[in-house]
């Protein structure tokens, strides 16, 4: 029987995907299990298998095109099997042929009638249904646009052959059915300028951020951290030997880690009608990677010690910049970190990352003049902002959390025992 080739559902929030490669071509004998392609998700670039033993046929998506999860991209036909046609009973070609096949025949025309004077039209009418009255609309696509009051007809796609997708109507207005498609405001593309499609990890970031610093409401903690004692600390580790070696963010994520430990209700997740205490610490690690940023996670970070820490968030930071990162490698973090120290940078705001309730911006870590014991001495010194979910965290408690962080960096042998 044969096995039809779709873009799954790779990761737990991928809508759509994009062929970044073929590893089969059509007409190559495969079997199940057998990488037919790359893809490139909302997170990484992931491989697509076979489902089936069989002869690759049919191969209707090309490297580069992006389609919604669903839609079929091959055929994968047994010996003497007949090969069905792409797209059928799926969307894209197959709807909008059943659409043309529903549609009613056309009427034998009568005698025209003496032409009216033309009426002027007070607006243009939005463009029609591409066949018949059926517009290609994915199923979820319908669905929101009934729960918004949206025409679809209304509704420019931008998927395959004009498919109306989420996106489309996300950003359609209630109520719209007659307005016209509005032109875009900014002026023609000159020679001097360039139109860069979107990838995948960008049109993420994109909706994550909209998710995040629209609705959560943000408040800020910042604090000046005396960063000498851990800068003894990691110069010691590092004399030991290159296997001992370990980052200052290695650092402030088991600082991070033993802090959550002991106040678990920053340890949590909003989730619309409940609050969720996570009795485990998985703390996320920003990572800048080409086109966005993606956030690996570091699990049960308050029982591992330095060096597991920094050996596993090495590992992570690798598989992100070559965009190999599994789900489970960067989903569930209970808390984040993000640090810009490296980039010369004092102190900044991070955006908390949905449904987490907070997150850790950390800035560098410079030389500063400071008091002590009623003399001035010159220490290192780091700013840190935690960005709360109002939410969830009260003022005091996360507070009270920034505290307990200072306390473990500004001693930490006391994390060692």
Known sequence: MATKVVMEALSPTMEEGRVAAW??????????????AEVETDKAIMDLVARGDGVLSQVTAKEGQTVP???????IAGAGEEVPKAGEGEGGKGEEKAAAAAAPAPKASAPAPKAAEPVPSPSPLPPPPPSGDRVLASPLARRMASEKGVALAAIAGSGPAGRVIKRDVESAKAGAGTAPVPRSP??????????????????????RLVQSIGPI??????SEIDMERSWDLRSALKAKGDQYAVSFNDIVIKAVAIALRRHQAVNAWWMEDHIRYHGDVHIGMAVAVEDGLITPVIRFADQKGLQAISAEAKALAEKARNRRLTPDEYTGATFSV?????????EFTAVINPPEAAILAIGRIVPKPVEQGGA????????????????VIDGATGAQFLQTVKLN???PLAMLL
Do not use: W, Y
């Open 217 to 222: 409401p943000h408040f800020f903690l910042t």
């Open 69 to 75: 999860v669903g839609t079929q991209l091959a055929v």
């Open 23 to 36: 590893k089969k071509k059509a007409g190559d004998a495969v079997k199940a299990g057998e990488v037919l």
């Open 409 to 411: 960096l500004e001693n």
């Open 338 to 346: 993000s640090n810009l120290g490296m980039f010369d940078i004092d």
């Open 376 to 391: 001035i001495a010159l220490r290192r010194m780091m700013r840190v902002t935690m960005s709360c979910d109002h939410r």
């Open 186 to 207: 900014f002026p023609a593309v000159s020679s001097g300028s360039r139109d860069v499609p979107l990838t995948q990890i960008r049109k993420t970031i994109a909706k």
